[in-house]
């Protein structure tokens, strides 16, 4: 069971679009992790959201491309400053679910996961970017499996 996180892609500023969908940077940089993610042959079996336009722009991107079976489910609980300890709980073993939300809520529930401290911040997630984080088998605690992110400078 793994869980892929994923910080939306690059949007518009609220004066050029109120609810800030994404740009089309943002959507070309989606595009391409999300190519790269099938090319590994990611097996992401659900993909939820947050209510917000860029999130749900994002996730459309990813499923599309990835090709899951589900439909994409916008959810409560993963808003910028939401409690990520409640939204852990959610988190269960049965299947590779990629959520797809905002800073800070994505670093701090990575944190968590980890550390079970949203401090210090132990991976900077980038827009469009996905972190994959796994149980470790022989101590059962989250692990951060692998990254792919739009820039590696």
């Known amino acids: 069971m793994a ?29 391409r992790i999300a190519k790269v993610a099938k090319g590994y042959d990611i097996p992401v079996q659900s993909v939820v959201c947050s209510m917000k336009k860029r999130a749900w722009q994002t996730a459309e991107i990813f499923a599309s491309i990835l090709a899951t079976e589900t439909e994409v489910r916008k959810i409560e609980g993963i808003k910028p400053l939401d409690d990520v300890a409640d939204f852990a709980k959610t988190i269960k073993n049965k299947d590779n679910r990629m959520v797809i939300g905002h800073l800070p809520f994505m670093q701090r529930l990575i944190s968590f996961l980890i550390l079970d401290s949203t401090e ?4 900077k997630v980038q827009n469009g970017g996905i972190v994959c984080l796994d149980r470790d088998p022989d101590t059962d605690r989250w692990i951060i499996r692998w990254a792919i992110m739009p820039d590696i400078r």
């Open 3 to 31: 869980v892929y996180l994923v910080q939306h892609g690059k949007c518009l500023p609220k004066d050029k679009d109120p609810e800030q969908g994404l740009s089309e940077e943002g959507i070309a940089e989606v595009m």
């Open 120 to 123: 210090p911040a132990v991976f």
